[in-house]
């Protein structure tokens, strides 16, 4: 039994054995396995993704790649911020990679470039791409908003719509400059105003030379820069707002006087409203007093342009006009105009009214200086200059102030009446601006209709059958008593109207000096005439002045071979009045004007330069001729050769016989005398040239006097630009 007990033990210690050697064989299997002889376990797989660029500018493309280990496929998927294949807004890439910014620069200009394994779509990798703003300027491209047109001719008040590109037409942020004048731009400048997104609006009155610089500079990279010359033109809207209106002139059938005065609104836009105008003699067929009208208008790029009337009509619209005009404009505040048909023959200018909160009769008060001028009969011409006072005390019944005194001297067919005292008057005034008065005399009474310009200054027309006088009046700038030192320095006097033979104009110029009391000589004096075409010129002549004892302003004026009697509007050094002659067998009226030189110095070529509105009267032949148009003079800035008048168009009236945009250039002498005086022609194409006497009265006001044999016309040349 022992012996069968310890086999079996043996055989127990066996199988112990046996099993130990079973649980260790996986483990010397593995350590087999990494001995000499032995494979590796797999390595886990990897990506990184890159761009060629860290920053590229809008629209701009840069190439990405991505680089995969230890994944079977090395195909990607691209996002760029975040969005498969990107967007406008982060801009596109495609399947190799290549990435394109967008159009604009994202919220935050930093786009995130994502590379995804197509063979395990959880292994990423990214990069950064900035998005920069565009900085070389390629063009400067300017578009009219209403055409969508690209232009780089803008009329007044319209706008351009600039944008700086690059070559692939990119829009590139900029910083705008007009004339070298960063934004805001003071209006005060006079060349427009532009915003930061680059629109540019036109003043209304185009700049000097008629050209502006609009330069673009990059707002990254500030040597980046572009600029564009804009060519600045009129416009309809130069002409906008309450305007007053007067023409004289001559009905071609009779010859015989003939004027208008009145007033409208101009829209900006071409329309004509609320005109309301007195017209003698009245027009055939309209007994409404005063006429109703509407109408249209139309400015060019010069400034010449056209304006015509439904009368009468209260209607905005105004399809079937019954009296046509031309104008010309010299700034939004005034323009010159003629009667453009072929039964009548005027002349006039149109005036902004610029505060029609005036417009009541109150607002008409103190002493008034007037010039009136017409004809007496059906042959005898007329002229009337004087002045009133006004005591702008409405009566309480009857609505009506009085004119509590004044005089008048009247030169009616050469037959003198001086200083006629006005014992009396009335006179109203709507809130449209339109008035009524009477000028009451020991002979006479005047009955008017006048359209008020401003408190200062009104357009009166005689509403009687006879006579007919027509005119302005100025409210006197001075407390009396007025002397002679109220007229000193260069003067320069012009006159129209007729003489023995038919229609005769003068032009001088002198200067005035205040010897003692009420009385002043008059020193270097010049005079030009045409007398029914035969000129004549005389210098280095001396006179008197004096002014009446009562110092209303009323003064005499004497020069070799003319005589004159003058009333004041203001006194030096900006004096003015109203000029009639007295010269026997001479029927005459005009302004006397005292010169302002540039910078109190001299007159020279350099004052003839720029752009100027033409205005031309007179008698020629047996009827009247009124132009009006646009002449463009050079400077001639080496006073060595005749200055030219590059270029110039004129609209012209001879009597009834229309000629519409004639061309003409010309020449003037470059070498201005002392007084101011100088001489022009103006040729029309294939025409025969035209002379006149020249007198500047400012660098922007010149007075002229045509040399033609064929009849005296008077001119006014005034700067535009």
């Keep these: 039994m022992r012996q069968l007990n310890g086999s079996i033990c043996l055989l127990e210690a066996r199988w112990r054995r046996l099993l130990l050697i079973l649980a260790l064989l996986p483990a010397l299997l593995t350590l087999n396995s990494c001995g000499g002889g032995s494979s590796a376990a797999p390595t886990a797989p990897t990506i990184t993704a890159s761009c060629a660029a860290s920053s590229v500018a809008v629209n701009g493309t840069v190439q990405c790649t991505a680089t995969i280990l230890n994944l079977s496929s090395t195909l990607v998927n691209w996002q760029a911020g975040g969005v498969a294949s990107g967007n406008s807004t982060f801009g596109t890439i495609d399947a190799n990679g290549l990435y394109t910014a967008p159009k604009a620069v994202p919220t935050n200009n930093i786009v995130t470039i994502t590379a995804i394994a197509q063979a395990q779509t959880t292994l990423t990798a990214t990069a950064s791409v900035t998005i920069l703003q565009p900085t070389k300027i390629n063009s400067v491209v300017c578009v009219d908003p209403a055409s969508q047109a690209s232009t780089l001719t803008v009329a007044s008040s319209k706008s351009l719509a600039c944008t700086a590109l690059t070559s692939q037409d990119i829009q590139v942020p900029v910083f705008w400059q007009v004339n070298g004048n960063s934004i805001p731009i003071s209006p005060t400048l006079g060349i427009g105003t532009m915003t930061a997104q680059g629109n540019y609006r036109a003043p209304l009155i185009p700049p000097a030379v008629g050209t502006i610089t609009i330069t673009a500079v990059s707002q990254v990279d500030s040597t980046q820069t572009m600029s564009v010359t804009v060519t600045d033109t009129f416009g309809n809207a130069v002409l906008q707002g309450s305007y007053a209106f007067s023409t004289s002139g001559r009905q071609t059938s009779t010859s015989g006087f003939f004027s208008r005065v009145g007033s409208f609104v101009a829209d900006g836009n071409g329309g004509l409203t609320g005109g309301l105008e007195d017209v003698n003699p009245q027009p055939s067929g309209i007994t409404q007093e005063p006429i109703a009208f509407s109408g249209s208008y139309s400015i060019g790029p010069d400034g010449r342009g056209t304006m015509q009337f439904c009368e009468p009509s209260n209607s905005n619209s105004c399809t079937s006009p019954t009296t046509q005009f031309r104008v010309v404009v010299i700034s939004p505040q005034q323009a010159r105009i003629i009667d453009f048909q072929g039964g009548s023959t005027a002349n006039g200018e149109i005036d902004l009214q610029p505060d029609i909160s005036v417009f009541n009769t109150s607002s008409v008060i103190g002493t ?55 014992t009396s008057g009335t006179y109203s005034v709507n809130s449209n601006g339109r008035g009524t ?45 007025w002397g002679a030192s109220a007229l000193s320095g260069s003067v320069v006097l012009g006159t129209a109207g007729s003489g023995p033979s038919n229609g005769i104009a003068d032009l001088a110029s002198f200067t005035a000096s205040a010897t003692s009391g009420a009385n002043g000589s008059v020193t270097a004096a010049s005079i030009d005439e045409n007398s029914a075409g035969t000129i004549s010129s005389s210098s280095s002549l001396a006179g008197t002045y004096a002014f009446d004892s009562s110092g209303n302003g009323r003064g005499t004026l004497g020069i070799p071979g003319h005589s004159y009697v003058f009333y004041m509007i ?99 002498d470059a070498s201005i005398a002392t007084s101011g005086r100088t001489t022009m022609s103006l040729t029309p194409t294939g ?13 922007t006001a010149i007075l002229g006097l045509g040399t033609d044999s064929t009849g005296p016309t008077t001119a006014e040349i005034t700067k535009q630009f």
Aim: no cysteine; proline share 6%.
């Design 368 to 422: 008034y200086t007037f010039s009136f001028s017409g004809f007496s009969s059906a042959t005898s011409e007329e002229s009337a200059v004087g002045e009133f006072a006004a005591d702008g005390l409405p009566d309480q019944t009857t609505g009506l102030a009085k004119i509590t005194s004044g005089e008048l001297d009247i030169n009616n067919g050469g037959v003198i009446t001086p200083q006629v005292g006005i």
């Design 437 to 481: 008065a009477t000028l009451v005399t020991s002979g006479l009474t005047l009955n008017l209709a006048f359209y008020m310009v401003s408190a200062s200054r009104a357009k009166f027309l005689e509403t009687d059958s006879s006579p007919i006088l027509a005119g302005d009046s100025f409210k006197q700038q001075s407390l009396v008593p």
């Design 570 to 668: 203001a006194p030096a050094p900006a004096a003015s009045a109203v000029v009639q002659e007295i010269t026997a067998g001479i029927v005459a009226h005009g302004s006397m004007l005292q010169q302002q030189p540039p910078s109190g110095s001299s007159f020279t070529a350099a004052s003839f330069i720029g752009s100027y509105a033409f205005d031309l009267s007179g008698l020629v032949g047996t009827g009247e001729e009124d132009t009006v148009g646009q002449l463009t003079a050079d400077g001639d800035p080496t006073n060595i050769s005749p200055g030219m008048i590059t270029s110039g168009t004129l609209d012209i009236n001879n009597f009834g016989a229309l000629q519409a945009a004639q061309a003409n250039t010309g020449t003037y």
């Design 687 to 699: 025409g025969t040239p035209h002379g006149f006497v020249l007198y500047f009265v400012s660098p």
